[in-house]
């Protein structure tokens, strides 16, 4: 596999983890009884960005993993899953 594919397919798999493991832990201002003016309810009341960035990695480093190892060492492809019927006609009439 190519660098360029690795790195790519990483990147996808940690943007879309991002915005999962984003609300983990996530306390508003609302719960703290502390809003800041200017500022909505359901804002953050403190962001933690290294807890979110180093958890994010992990886990989008473990579904890779599990990616990689399905494709390399499993042969598994979204070629070898039938997730549509196969419409491809046999014969002149479609049924043989």
């Given at each position: 596999?190519?660098?360029?594919?690795?790195?790519?397919?990483?990147?996808?798999?940690?943007?879309?983890t991002l915005f999962a493991?984003?609300?983990?832990?996530?306390r508003t201002q609302a719960?703290?009884?502390?809003?800041?003016?200017?500022?909505?309810?359901?804002?953050?009341?403190?962001?933690?960005?290294?807890?979110?960035?180093?958890?994010?990695?992990?886990?989008?480093?473990?579904?890779?993993?599990?990616?990689?190892?399905?494709?390399?060492?499993?042969?598994?492809?979204?070629?070898?899953?039938?997730?549509?019927?196969?419409?491809?006609?046999?014969?002149?009439?479609?049924?043989?």
């Amino acid at each position: 596999m190519q660098l360029f594919s690795i790195f790519a397919i990483y990147f996808i798999i940690w943007w879309v983890t991002l915005f999962a493991v984003l609300p983990f832990g996530m306390r508003t201002q609302a719960e703290e009884n502390y809003v800041v003016p200017g500022t909505p309810e359901s804002a953050p009341a403190r962001f933690q960005a290294k807890k979110v960035l180093l958890l994010t990695t992990l886990v989008a480093a473990l579904i890779y993993g599990g990616w990689y190892l399905c494709t390399v060492y499993f042969g598994i492809s979204m070629d070898s899953l039938r997730l549509l019927p196969n419409f491809e006609q046999t014969g002149p009439s479609g049924v043989d």
